[in-house]
């Protein structure tokens, strides 16, 4: 209907608002019944235009509603939008600083691994010296004959204590020894204790991180979900906006069109009004309705008192 909106105000005007002066033809039809049939027609005309202006008028109404709620949602999702931006960047942050900390955790196992290489070279290395030295007491335990002819035979050692002495000098490098391995030991063993607890903590806190990196994904994957989502919502309420923008201007435009008619048949030329002007253009045609209809009443009260007057003349001849 609002398509056609200019063509009906167009043949209204053009069929029943352009009231030509009657003409005398008393053989044709009388006064009386030219009236009622005017009064019949204006009565019509008053009608479709008040019917054609209310129902412009909640048009109007509905498509500024329209329009209202179009920008609070439009408001809404660019709040959306940016909260969900903001989330994005927060989430890149975090996973950049996951990303960095398991680094940093690798680099320190690295560094542990070589460690622990190197105490184990250390403690095969002490392992052997031990050997080494177990050897070597064994075998002066079998030179101790060996050793007490010697005393007889040789002049190093005038007497048996001090070969004893020298004994006891060996057995305490030896007991030396074997507190070194036995402290190498213990030491190799708390490391073992040490390594074992640090690379179960950080096993774990791998397994945490990803975890954290697994549920990370899936809110990404959510988030992707929702923008996809959001993105279609967006060109919906872009080609609705269009489609009422449309018509919006098409109503401007029969507006306009009715505008340009009522100028044309009054043969003015109204330069304050612009031509996007709609407002104005409806109070123009407004007044131009109201003015002709002054103009039939007037055309009405003329005919009625000619009427009156030829009845007088009649009832004076008679």
């Given at each position: 209907m609002t398509l056609n909106l200019a063509d009906y105000f167009s043949t209204v005007f053009e069929d029943k608002l352009l009231v030509k002066l009657p003409e005398r033809d008393d053989d044709q039809i009388t006064g009386a019944?030219?009236?009622l049939e005017k009064r019949r027609e204006m009565k019509e005309v008053e009608q479709a235009l008040g019917a054609q202006k209310e129902e412009f008028l909640m048009k109007m109404e509905s498509l500024q509603q329209r329009r209202d709620e179009l920008q609070r949602k439009e408001f809404q999702l660019q709040e959306a939008l940016l909260k969900f931006d903001k989330f994005l960047k927060e989430n890149d942050t975090k996973k950049a600083r996951a990303f960095k900390k398991t680094s940093e955790e690798k680099h320190i196992n690295t560094v542990k691994d070589k460690e622990l290489i190197h105490l184990?070279?250390?403690a095969e290395l002490v392992t052997k010296q031990r050997d080494k030295l177990s050897s070597?007491?064994?075998?002066?335990n079998r030179f101790q004959k060996y050793l007490e002819k010697a005393l007889e035979k040789g002049d190093q050692f005038q007497e048996i204590r001090e070969v004893i002495g020298r004994h006891d000098t060996l057995v305490a490098l030896y007991s030396d020894l074997i507190n070194d391995e036995v402290k190498n030991q213990e030491q190799i063993e708390k490391t073992w204790i040490n390594?074992?607890?640090?690379?179960?903590?950080?096993?774990?806190?791998?397994?945490?991180y990803n975890n954290d990196?697994?549920?990370l994904q899936t809110q990404l994957e959510v988030a992707r979900s929702n923008a996809v989502k959001w993105e279609h919502t967006w060109q919906k309420i872009q080609s609705t906006a269009a489609t009422r923008t449309l018509l919006l201007g098409r109503t401007k435009m029969a507006s306009y069109n009715l505008f340009q008619l009522v100028n044309k048949h009054t043969k003015t030329t109204v330069t304050s009004v612009a031509d996007d002007d709609t407002s104005s253009q409806l109070d123009r045609i407004k007044t131009f309705v109201v003015d002709l209809t002054k103009i039939t009443q007037e055309i009405k009260d003329s005919e009625q008192k000619n009427h009156g007057d030829s009845d007088s003349g009649e009832v004076e001849l008679s």
């Open positions: 019944t030219r009236m184990k070279r250390n070597l007491l064994g075998k002066y390594i074992s607890r640090y690379t179960e903590t950080k096993n774990n806190e791998i397994l945490l990196l697994a549920r």
